[in-house]
């Protein structure tokens, strides 16, 4: 049972590039979320997915894209790496059927952009 | 917008004495609320979550949380810190339609031998 997962763990990489981070859960649930964590800000929400091919804007969306063409992955792609998205990001899942809906996180990717 | 706010960045405690992080909350409406815990290096675990159904929450390894609607707060506590319980510690609000999280900054705990 693997839950849900991300690849890779570490990247580093140029500014300029593009950066695609990956996200997959085994539970089959609904919502599927990125946040960014930085010291100091806790965990921001980049963009989040209520079901395959529908995707909104979180807290802190810019420079970022992301797509969601099955309902059990959830990529996250940096169009034009900066160094400003040096950062650690979180994947999470969740059937966000209520008020109390927990979301599981995936262990994370520490990206350094040089 | 709902939001919380975490008093202490950080906290330290000797091994077997009580724990207490601190953690207040904005919201017009009876809000959704979590504690989550962060080990080095680790995603992040729900530890507690409020469901209004008590405003005394359990949560697992020993911790609970009052939710206390006088005080706008909803505090994190533990009556004995073991050293494994060294982590950093989010309080959690949730909101929209998604039940999008936002995350207090953080409190980090040190647990002294």
């Known amino acids: 049972d693997a839950g849900i997962t991300q690849s890779p763990r570490y990247k580093i990489t140029e500014t300029g590039r593009q950066v695609t981070l990956m996200c997959h859960q085994t539970w089959s649930h609904s919502y599927m979320f990125w946040y960014r964590q930085d010291l100091g800000h806790g965990l921001r929400l980049i963009y989040y997915?209520?079901?395959?091919?529908?995707?909104d804007k979180g807290e802190v969306p810019d420079g970022y894209v992301v797509s969601r063409s099955k309902t059990e992955n959830f990529p996250l792609t940096l169009e034009s790496a900066t160094r400003s998205q040096t950062s650690v990001y979180f994947c999470?899942?969740?059937?966000?059927?209520?008020?109390?809906?927990?979301?599981?996180f995936g262990p994370g990717t520490r990206l350094l952009v040089l | 917008a709902q939001s919380v706010t975490q008093l202490d960045s950080h906290v330290s405690v000797s091994e077997g004495t009580p724990v207490l992080l601190r953690c207040n909350y904005s919201?017009?409406?009876?809000?959704?609320l979590f504690w989550y815990v962060q080990h080095p290096n680790k995603g992040l675990q729900l530890l507690l979550k409020?469901?209004?159904?008590?405003?005394l929450v359990k949560g697992i390894n020993g911790f609970e949380a009052e939710f206390k609607k006088s005080e706008t707060s909803f505090h994190l506590t533990k009556p004995s810190a073991h050293m494994s319980d060294a982590a950093e510690y989010f309080c959690v609000t949730s909101s929209g339609s998604a039940r999008q999280l936002t995350f207090g900054s953080g409190t980090q705990l040190t647990v002294l031998p």
């Open positions: 919201s017009s409406y009876s809000p959704s």
């Open positions: 999470a899942s969740g059937t966000g059927g209520g008020y109390v809906e927990t979301q599981y």
């Open positions: 409020y469901t209004s159904a008590a405003t």
């Open positions: 997915s209520a079901a395959a091919d529908i995707t």
